[in-house]
């Protein structure tokens, strides 16, 4: 359920921008961000941004669908392997430090 929770806040969270990076991908706007914006919530200035928002998150319903599905399945197959291969949450917390061998040369 956890699972499901982030990856539908995590969706939309995400909708904004992944609304204004859609319309740029359509190639009108170049790397302008704003005129693409503007174009998505309908016009400049803050009375048409206030009226347009709603369209920044067109779709995101099917993405909170989408990404919570997505997410708990991972996590489920996550908690499923490591059940199977009997790894323990200490061994999951282990690191390696590559550069611990290497702190002596920077201090002489």
Known sequence: ARGALAGAVGALTSAPAD?????????????DWKKA??????????????????????????RCLLFAVIIAVQLI???????????????????LDVFADRLSFYTK
Request: glycine share 12%; net charge negative.
């Open 19 to 31: 609304a204004v990076v859609t319309e740029l991908a359509t190639g009108k706007y170049g790397p």
């Open 37 to 62: 914006l503007a174009t998505v919530v309908g016009g400049d200035g803050i009375t048409a941004t206030i009226k347009g928002a709603p369209r920044l998150f067109a779709g995101a319903a099917q």
């Open 77 to 95: 197959l996550f908690d499923f392997f490591r059940d199977k291969l009997q790894v323990a949450p200490e061994d999951l917390s282990l690191s």
